[in-house]
Nanobody
Framework: QVRLVESGGGLVQPGGSLRLSCAAS????????TGWYRQAPGKERDLVAR???????NYADSVKGRFTISRDNAKNTVYLQMNSLKPEDTAVYYC?????????WGQGTQVTVSS
């Protein structure tokens, strides 16, 4: 089993920054990618950023140049640095880890961008 705990969400003004953290514990061997997803009210959960075990990254077009995904393997933690935040970035952000045959999800952390 894998347990994921997200943190770092909150209320921020447009143009501000936040850094989300996803701390993993449990049986994390065989995980080949970690992603950040977000879900706004009434909308589907969409991929924001993803990093593979080899270090390759990809981003949603809407966040390219503003968000950066990174990891600290020693801490089993993946980060999402979010800069130049916009009101449309408001959502619950979820961490996801992929292993052959199943995915693991955290409980989510709320990000609200508002003046």
């Amino acid at each position: 089993q894998v347990r994921l705990v997200e943190s770092g969400g909150g209320l921020v003004q447009p143009g501000g920054s936040l850094r989300l953290s996803c701390a993993a514990s449990g049986s994390i061997s065989g995980i080949y990618a970690t992603g950040w997803y977000r879900q706004a009210p009434g909308k589907e959960r969409d991929l924001v950023a993803r990093i593979t075990s080899g270090g390759s990254t990809n981003y949603a077009d809407s966040v390219k140049g503003r968000f950066t995904i990174s990891r600290d393997n020693a801490k089993n933690t993946v980060y999402l640095q979010m800069n130049s935040l916009k009101p449309e970035d408001t959502a619950v952000y979820y961490c996801n880890k992929e292993r052959v045959g199943r995915d693991y999800w955290g409980q989510g952390t709320q990000v609200t961008v508002s003046s």
